[in-house]
């Protein structure tokens, strides 16, 4: 298919996250395609499942660097000449120089495990559990000079439920990470989201729906 969106997937591990685009991409109807997955860390798995997709992989570590700006530079150098058009974050664990964030404006999205603004940062699920939150999920937002925070473009929220440890909350979280971020790509990829401002208006129709938790 002519025209898909090409995106490079910044990791720094695991990649389930990454393992969700790579499936969706396979369907050729679907309107992005990875052409790099660029990993800080050489041990990233997250290598190994592109690598098994037969995507590109490059690794730049942040330790070969002076600085964060060169090291971003070399970054941005890997994905451009793969003529990336969006960067996706998947689990990257380092924090990006404001060039960076100020180049790939409105072209580079996240997912955080957390329903934004609320909790940004790191152990999302323990904080939630020790607020004592009802619903809890993650977001997916275009990235902005401050960490956690741009533009919101999806969200899915799931319940806390009485006997979860940080572990079960993440894993019923994760469950809903690996369906939210494939469905805003697509969106983004069909041209359906627009910033305005530092609002996201969506094209589309959501469905009507309230999650309440507990149910009564
Ligand atoms: C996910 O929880 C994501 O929301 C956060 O980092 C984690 C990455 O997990 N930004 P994976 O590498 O995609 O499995």
């Known amino acids: 298919m002519a025209g898909r969106l090409k995106v490079g997937v910044l990791i720094s591990g695991r990649g389930s996250n990454l393992q969700a685009l790579i499936d969706a991409a396979k369907d050729p109807s679907y309107p992005a395609e990875i052409v790099l997955v660029l990993s800080n860390k050489p041990d990233a798995k997250g290598l190994e499942r592109a690598a098994g997709a037969g995507i590109a ?48 404006r409105d072209r580079m999205i996240n997912i955080h495990p957390s329903l934004l603004p609320l909790l940004p940062g790191l152990d999302t699920h323990e904080r939630a559990l020790e607020m004592g939150l009802r619903l809890h999920g993650c977001s997916v937002h275009f990235v902005r000079q401050e960490m956690d925070s741009g533009p919101l473009i999806g969200q899915a929220a799931v319940p806390v439920l009485p006997d979860d440890d940080a572990e079960s909350l993440a894993a019923r979280v994760l469950e809903a990470e690996h369906r939210l971020y494939p469905a805003c790509l ?31």
Do not use: Y
């Open 57 to 104: 992989t490059a690794v730049i570590s942040h330790k070969d660097f002076a600085d964060r700006k060169s090291f971003d530079g070399a970054m941005t150098e890997a994905l451009e000449s793969a003529g990336v058009e969006l960067i996706c974050l998947a689990g990257f664990m380092r924090l990006l120089s404001a060039e960076f964030v100020e180049h790939w």
């Open 186 to 216: 697509k969106l983004l990829a069909e041209g359906r989201v627009k910033v305005e401002g530092e609002r996201c208006r969506v094209e589309g129709t959501p469905s009507a729906q309230a999650l309440v938790n507990p149910l009564a």
